[in-house]
T-cell receptor, first 114, second 115 residues
Framework: AQSVTQPDIHITVSEGASLELRCNYS??????LFWYVQSPGQGLQLLLK??????LVQGIKGFEAEFKRSQSSFNLRKPSVHWSDAAEYFC????????????FGKGTRLSVIA | GAGVSQSPSNKVTEKGKDVELRCDPI?????LYWYRQSLGQGLEFLIY????????KSGLPSDRFSAERTGGSVSTLTIQRTQQEDSAVYLC?????????????FGPGTRLTVL
């Protein structure tokens, strides 16, 4: 069965520090990969997505993610975190064919301290 | 409208009552999805509508849950005889054509509390 694992439930980083959020997936074939962010009381906003090609993808708000097929991973990174990045981050996968729904990880909550 | 809207934003109900949650997708989007976000379970797919095709109901947790989409636009998720375990945030998303590469745009959700 398809599944997404985000090993870190909660991460705290200092403003200006670098960030890496981990995501591992289990899927029958290479899926499409997504990162979403959810601020308190808000819906989910797409940060970036990977379909094919260059395994390093750039997203909004200065985020990037790298797809590593050998590790079944799609980790999210940001070189310098801002206080406004405090939110919940969700990794998700979807099949490349047919009308399959998004399968989400359980999320990582990011806190940013001064 | 600029984005996906949902109403009400909050709903408190008593166990055993029926509730209806509404979703207005982005104008012109043919695909509409319902997800549920609850503590411990994370985000779970419930149901998916694509144009005039029969909906994919494979994620509905029980027959107390149903959804319809009228005129290919607005959707209503109905939960009958609500139980406390139904307490969650119900999120709606839409995408332009429902293709795997299409971005799903999410609404702010309806927080349902069953007392």
């Amino acid at each position: 069965a398809q599944s997404v694992t985000q090993p870190d439930i909660h991460i705290t980083v200092s403003e200006g520090a670098s960030l890496e959020l981990r995501c591992n997936y289990s899927y029958g074939a290479t899926p499409y990969l997504f990162w979403y962010v959810q601020s308190p009381g808000q819906g989910l906003q797409l940060l970036l997505k990977y379909f094919s090609g260059d395994t390093l993808v750039q997203g909004i708000k200065g985020f990037e993610a790298e797809f590593k097929r050998s590790q079944s991973s799609f980790n999210l990174r940001k070189p310098s975190v801002h206080w406004s990045d405090a939110a919940e981050y969700f990794c998700a996968v979807r099949g490349q064919w047919g009308n399959t729904p998004l399968v989400f990880g359980k999320g990582t909550r990011l806190s940013v301290i001064a | 409208g600029a984005g996906v809207s949902q109403s009400p934003s909050n709903k408190v109900t008593e166990k055993g009552k029926d509730v209806e949650l509404r979703c207005d997708p982005i104008s012109g989007h043919t695909a509409l999805y319902w997800y549920r976000q609850s503590l411990g379970q994370g985000l779970e797919f419930l149901i998916y509508f694509q144009g005039n095709s029969a909906p994919d109901k494979s994620g509905l947790p029980s027959d107390r849950f149903s959804a319809e989409r009228t005129g290919g636009s607005v959707s209503t998720l109905t939960i009958q005889r609500t139980q406390q375990e139904d307490s969650a945030v119900y999120l709606c998303a839409s995408s332009s054509l429902g293709r795997p590469t299409d971005t799903q745009y999410f609404g702010p959700g309806t927080r349902l509390t069953v007392l």
